[in-house]
Nanobody, 127 residues
Framework: EVQLVESGGGLVQAGGSLRLSCAAS????????IAWFRQAPGKAREGISC????????YYADSVKGRFMTSSDYAKNTVYLHMNSLKPEDTAIYYC????????????????????WGQGTQVTVSS
């Protein structure tokens, strides 16, 4: 059974940090790109970061570049999203997804090419 399970969300003050985890199982982790998306109430889903497990390349949206970093732990089949300098506008439900596409295509298509999705984890940043 294919699963992507996010964890690590919560409530944090502006300027704080959180680390989200996306634990993958049931598919060949090394053959997929894993991306993070977020969706705030009333807003469209936004692709924010991606890591290609086949070559280690990463992609970041301008809105998070310099503040967020994504990394893969191949031993644990887990991708992390390290979020620093959080802002109230980062408040959203965060989802991870997997696709056999290049990161730039995966993210700019808002995940329409994703093969698998996680259930999401809420991140709330207070001002």
């Amino acid at each position: 059974e294919v699963q992507l399970v996010e964890s690590g969300g919560g409530l944090v003050q502006a300027g704080g940090s959180l680390r989200l985890s996306c634990a993958a199982s049931g598919f060949s982790f090394a053959d997929y790109a894993i991306a993070w998306f977020r969706q705030a109430p009333g807003k469209a889903r936004e692709g924010i970061s991606c890591v290609s497990n086949s070559d280690g390349s990463t992609y970041y949206a301008d809105s998070v570049k310099g503040r967020f970093m994504t990394s893969s732990d191949y031993a644990k089949n887990t991708v992390y999203l390290h979020m620093n300098s959080l802002k109230p506008e980062d408040t959203a439900i965060y989802y991870c997804a997997a696709a056999q596409w290049e990161c730039n295509i995966f993210v700019v298509t808002s995940g329409s090419v994703a093969g698998y999705w996680g259930q999401g984890t809420q991140v709330t940043v207070s001002s």
